[in-house]
């Protein structure tokens, strides 16, 4: 079974900063390529970044230059680090995996994690 154990999001003024922890067994950290996605208030959910086993990265457009993803190998934990925080990225922000990357970029997973807050305050 695959579990995905999400930490570090919160409250943050707008153009702070957040970093979020994604982890997962060494099995899991092994086998899947893993990402992030956030879900806004009545929004559908969407793609934020993405990495693979051999750290190869991938963005949403709209992230791209702030938000830095990575994964310690070590610790079998997947990072989020988002900087220039603004409010309408206020959301739940969810770490998942999947086996191919490209599902992550298409908006699918295979495993979900079970949702950290954002709110960013203007």
């Known amino acids: 079974q695959v579990q995905l154990v999400e930490s570090g999001g919160g409250l943050v003024q707008a153009g702070g900063s957040l970093r979020f922890s994604c982890a997962a067994s060494?099995?899991?950290?092994?086998?899947?390529?893993m990402g992030w996605f956030r879900q806004a208030p009545g929004k559908e959910r969407e793609f934020v970044a993405a990495?693979?086993?051999?750290?190869?990265?991938y963005y949403a457009d709209a992230v791209k230059g702030r938000f830095t993803i990575s994964r310690d190998k070590a610790n079998y934990t997947v990072y989020l680090q988002m900087n220039r925080l603004k409010p309408e990225e206020t959301a739940v922000y969810y770490c998942?995996?999947?086996?191919?990357?490209?599902?992550?970029?298409?908006?699918?997973?295979?495993?979900w994690g079970q949702g950290t807050q954002v709110t960013v305050s203007s």
């Open positions: 998942a995996a999947d086996i191919l990357v490209q599902s992550l970029r298409d908006g699918r997973a295979d495993y």
């Open positions: 060494e099995r899991t950290f092994s086998t899947y390529d």
């Open positions: 990495i693979r086993w051999n750290d190869n990265a």
